[in-house]
């Protein structure tokens, strides 16, 4: 895991500089990448599917993406579009595209809706993350509004 860490800190490291994030940020959001990888890799590991491990990695990157714009009090998708990109299915769309050029539907057809099912658990776990911890900012303002009428 460790070697997996560091290969990926280095992949966000280049879709960092490819992105044109601003210098100060460029290592928090290449350790935000690699955590993300990280967690994929551990779930994978501990037997979970692609999804699952995906959908959670996901979650992961959103909220330290989130944590690390509140911090640096900077728009977050400076952390999350490079720090998402080691979980996009690549792979998955490639082994497609040659399933279909081969003429081999049917294993097209299952790595297709593997590959679609994953990138669509990326989206909804930033999604998730990104609703949950607004609904937990909205409570603690409220709560702090009314505290202080009293």
Do not use: E
């Not at 280049?14 to 928090?28: D, Q, T, W």
């Not at 993300?36 to 692609?50: D, E």
């Amino acid at each position: 895991m460790i070697s997996a860490f560091f290969f990926a800190l280095f992949a966000t490291l280049g879709f960092c500089i490819i992105f044109h994030v601003p210098a100060r940020h460029i290592p928090v959001a290449a350790c935000i990448g690699a955590v993300g990888w990280v967690v994929y890799q551990s779930l994978m590991a501990l037997g979970a599917t692609a999804v699952v491990s995906c959908f959670i990695a996901s979650c992961a990157v959103g909220l330290l993406s989130d944590i690390a714009s509140r911090v640096f009090k900077d728009a977050s998708t400076i952390f999350t579009i490079p720090g998402i990109l080691c979980l996009v299915p690549g792979s998955g769309m490639y082994n497609t595209m040659a399933a279909l050029v081969s003429g081999d539907l049917k294993d097209a057809a299952a790595t297709g809706s593997n590959t679609l099912m994953m990138a669509g658990s990326i989206a909804l776990g930033l999604l998730v993350v990104g609703a949950v911890l607004r609904i937990i900012l909205s409570i603690v303002h409220r709560a702090s509004y009314i505290a202080g009428k009293l």
